[in-house]
């Protein structure tokens, strides 16, 4: 509607551009999900370096490749991950309960638990004090953490009305213990917790000696395992290291194909023979998999000798890698895979020309070059989504277009709308084919975008649907690069293809 113009003078009115910029997402975001000493369970966690991970989830452990994952995903110029920790049902919290001052029967008064489940809250201790400030009614409890002191909460009150009640200072800030008041019938200020030292947490545990598949596949209802990641729109891959039972790859594949905005990084089984590994890889077929053997051999920090690790963790980092130097129409291959000292097993060309028309992506050795990442494909048996590259193109462009195109939500659907689609998707699409992701000499060579009568008939008007068909010749990868050499000899000429 115009708008009214009652009085004389110079009015300004914002008029709408006929076009709204789209933007694209980003495709560096990883997803791991695996055991860890601490965290809280079937909860995303955005990491931004290891000493994050490392504060919030523990370091290295024995019985688990996830820290090894992650540490390799950063090192390999990864940027930033969501992580899940994940635990069987015996998963315990440590916990201590406190008594009251309550000279003849004391009474239970404070509840304190690890913030998280697992065995290193059986490492924690508390003192409790009186306060600093007003000894005679408050109280200070001090955390140490393998007897080291960690945290200090001091001047604390059991008085809900308090602005120090120990519920709301210690709860949701403390890095280490959560309380819970147990309101002592004991009269203050006898309520409060007695002065102790050394009273020990306990009843933690791990939760990994029963862990199952069905633990790291987790269920949608409940949003565990995979699904915990149904929250985060961010993230582009997903890695399961170590993991590599048919069970819980298939799992991950399917997650990825109904998310369609994920891609899947697996893991090999490790001390299998090149056949063994092109059966098992065969048992899958989707573009949203890729698939990567052998495993990588690293000096164990927590050893400090050689360790074979699962790929997939230095893999994400090196997708992040390309396609911050390169873009995501890359194929992330022809990578030096960082901190790998060796493989678990050299494979040979012959062993690749098997491999890699399965779609299992090799990492060799090269003299002179390091260990390199040399294979691009998907675990797909559709060929024109073999490659790595163009599954995430894809992904990437059906994301950044959907975002972008909000604002065309319960607009009328006439001409006027059509016309502001084509304007908005071809603009996105012309950046990408200036950056050298779409083939073509010509805009019209590289992609189309047609959103007019012709998909728009009557019936899809009255259905309350705008239909927009969008194509792309997305470049393809030099997989294989073949040099002519001709020799010239008096008018004889011989051909080598190489």
């Given at each position: 509607?115009?708008k009214?113009?009652l009085?004389?003078?110079?009015?300004?009115?914002?008029?709408?551009?006929?076009?709204?910029?789209?933007e694209?997402?980003?495709?560096?975001?990883?997803?791991?999900?695996?055991?860890?000493t601490?965290?809280?369970?079937?909860?995303?966690?955005?990491?931004?370096?290891?000493s994050?991970?490392?504060?919030?989830?523990?370091?290295?452990?024995?019985?688990?490749?996830?820290?090894?994952?992650?540490?390799?995903?950063?090192?390999?110029?990864?940027?930033?991950?969501?992580?899940v920790?994940?635990?069987?049902?015996?998963?315990?919290?440590?916990?201590?309960?406190?008594?009251?001052?309550?000279?003849?029967?004391?009474?239970?008064?404070?509840?304190?638990?690890?913030?998280?489940?697992?065995?290193?809250?059986?490492?924690?201790?508390?003192?409790?004090?009186?306060?600093?400030?007003?000894?005679?009614?408050?109280?200070?409890?001090?955390?140490?953490?393998?007897?080291?002191?960690?945290?200090?909460?001091?001047?604390?009150?059991?008085?809900?009305?308090?602005?120090?009640?120990?519920?709301?200072?210690?709860?949701?800030r403390?890095?280490?213990?959560?309380?819970?008041?147990?309101?002592?019938?004991?009269?203050?200020?006898?309520n409060?917790?007695?002065?102790?030292?050394?009273?020990?947490?306990?009843?933690?545990?791990?939760?990994?000696?029963?862990?199952?598949?069905?633990?790291?596949?987790?269920?949608?209802?409940?949003?565990t395992?995979?699904?915990?990641?149904?929250?985060?729109?961010?993230?582009?891959?997903?890695?399961?290291?170590?993991?590599?039972?048919?069970?819980?790859?298939?799992?991950?594949?399917?997650?990825?194909?109904?998310?369609?905005?994920?891609?899947?990084?697996?893991?090999?089984?490790?001390?299998?023979?090149?056949?063994?590994?092109?059966?098992?890889?065969?048992?899958?077929?989707?573009?949203?998999?890729?698939?990567?053997?052998?495993?990588?051999?690293?000096n164990?920090?927590?050893?400090?000798r050689?360790?074979?690790?699962?790929?997939?963790?230095?893999?994400?980092?090196?997708?992040?890698?390309?396609?911050?130097?390169?873009g995501?129409?890359?194929?992330?291959?022809?990578?030096?895979?960082?901190?790998?000292?060796?493989?678990?097993?050299?494979?040979?060309?012959?062993?690749?020309?098997?491999?890699?028309?399965?779609?299992?992506?090799?990492?060799?050795p090269?003299?002179?070059?390091?260990?390199?990442?040399?294979?691009?494909?998907?675990?797909?048996?559709?060929?024109?989504?073999?490659?790595?590259?163009?599954?995430?193109?894809?992904?990437?462009?059906?994301?950044?277009?959907?975002?972008?195109?909000?604002?065309?939500?319960?607009?009328?659907?006439?001409?006027?709308?059509?016309?502001?689609?084509?304007?908005?998707?071809?603009?996105?699409?012309?950046?990408?084919f200036?950056?050298?992701?779409?083939?073509?000499?010509?805009e019209?060579?590289?992609?189309?975008v047609?959103?007019?009568e012709?998909?728009?008939?009557?019936?899809?008007?009255?259905?309350?649907?705008?239909?927009?068909?969008?194509?792309?010749?997305?470049?393809?990868?030099?997989?294989?690069?073949?040099?002519?050499?001709?020799?010239?000899?008096?008018?004889?000429?011989?051909?080598?293809?190489?």
């Amino acid at each position: 509607m115009a708008k009214e113009f009652l009085r004389p003078g110079v009015f300004v009115e914002e008029a709408p551009v006929g076009a709204f910029p789209l933007e694209g997402v980003g495709t560096t975001t990883a997803a791991f999900l695996g055991v860890a000493t601490k965290g809280a369970l079937n909860k995303p966690k955005l990491v931004t370096n290891f000493s994050q991970f490392e504060k919030h989830f523990g370091s290295y452990r024995k019985d688990s490749h996830l820290a090894y994952a992650v540490f390799g995903f950063f090192l390999n110029k990864g940027r930033r991950c969501y992580v899940v920790r994940v635990a069987s049902a015996s998963a315990a919290i440590a916990k201590a309960m406190l008594k009251d001052r309550e000279a003849t029967t004391p009474d239970d008064t404070l509840l304190v638990q690890a913030l998280n489940e697992g065995e290193w809250g059986n490492l924690l201790t508390l003192d409790v004090a009186d306060g600093t400030k007003a000894p005679a009614t408050q109280f200070k409890l001090v955390v140490k953490d393998q007897g080291a002191v960690v945290e200090t909460w001091d001047d604390l009150s059991l008085d809900p009305e308090s602005e120090r009640y120990v519920e709301r200072v210690i709860n949701g800030r403390s890095n280490f213990i959560q309380v819970a008041d147990q309101k002592s019938a004991t009269a203050a200020p006898d309520n409060r917790p007695a002065v102790a030292t050394g009273v020990a947490l306990a009843g933690g545990a791990d939760g990994v000696d029963d862990l199952t598949d069905a633990d790291f596949i987790g269920s949608p209802g409940t949003k565990t395992g995979l699904f915990a990641f149904d929250e985060v729109d961010e993230i582009n891959s997903l890695s399961i290291p170590g993991r590599t039972s048919q069970t819980i790859v298939q799992a991950g594949l399917d997650y990825c194909e109904g998310r369609a905005d994920v891609g899947y990084a697996v893991d090999a089984p490790r001390d299998l023979e090149p056949t063994a590994v092109k059966t098992f890889r065969e048992n899958f077929d989707s573009s949203y998999g890729y698939f990567y053997y052998p495993w990588l051999e690293i000096n164990d920090p927590l050893t400090k000798r050689p360790i074979l690790v699962p790929p997939s963790g230095h893999v994400l980092g090196i997708f992040a890698r390309s396609d911050t130097e390169r873009g995501v129409h890359k194929a992330p291959a022809n990578e030096v895979v960082r901190g790998a000292v060796g493989v678990e097993r050299i494979v040979t060309d012959g062993e690749q020309e098997i491999l890699n028309p399965a779609g299992v992506n090799v990492i060799r050795p090269f003299r002179g070059r390091g260990i390199r990442l040399w294979g691009a494909r998907t675990m797909s048996s559709n060929p024109n989504l073999r490659y790595v590259h163009k599954r995430r193109f894809l992904m990437f462009l059906e994301e950044s277009i959907a975002e972008g195109t909000q604002w065309a939500v319960f607009e009328p659907n006439d001409e006027v709308l059509w016309r502001k689609l084509v304007r908005t998707v071809s603009g996105f699409l012309r950046r990408q084919f200036l950056e050298g992701a779409l083939f073509g000499k010509t805009e019209e060579e590289a992609f189309f975008v047609k959103c007019d009568e012709e998909t728009n008939p009557p019936e899809v008007r009255q259905a309350g649907q705008v239909i927009t068909e969008i194509g792309v010749n997305i470049v393809e990868t030099a997989e294989f690069v073949i040099f002519r050499v001709g020799q010239w000899d008096g008018g004889k000429s011989i051909t080598e293809l190489v």
